[in-house]
């Protein structure tokens, strides 16, 4: 991701909003991918699984929709948002520990 043209004053609830998003991606990623069922040509998931999917979808939804709500964005201005989202991303992934 590219460095946002201009630098923001981003809020660390922000910051922390975007982390959660980012592990709640990560932890969909994880979960394996299912084999395609011949019948179908769909995936076959185990109950587990799609249910699990379903809650990290959720917690998708909602967590973007926090993010999109905040106050802070009333106080960009309209030409200033996508670099502003960009600083956001960018604070979020500079500030979240690697694994490994």
């Known amino acids: ?6 630098t923001f004053n981003v809020p660390s609830r922000l910051i922390a ?16 991918m299912a084999p395609i069922d011949p019948a179908t040509l769909g995936r076959t998931w185990t109950p587990e699984q799609r249910e699990q999917m379903g809650v990290l979808r959720d917690r998708l939804r909602d967590l973007a929709a926090r993010i999109a709500a905040d106050e802070w964005w009333e106080g960009i201005a309209r030409e200033d948002l996508v670099d502003a989202r960009s600083a956001v991303k960018v604070e979020a992934r500079t500030k979240t520990p690697v694994a490994g």
């Open 17 to 32: 909003l975007q982390k959660d998003l980012y592990a709640a991606e990560a932890d969909l990623e994880a979960i394996p």
């Open 1 to 6: 991701m590219a460095k946002p043209k201009k």
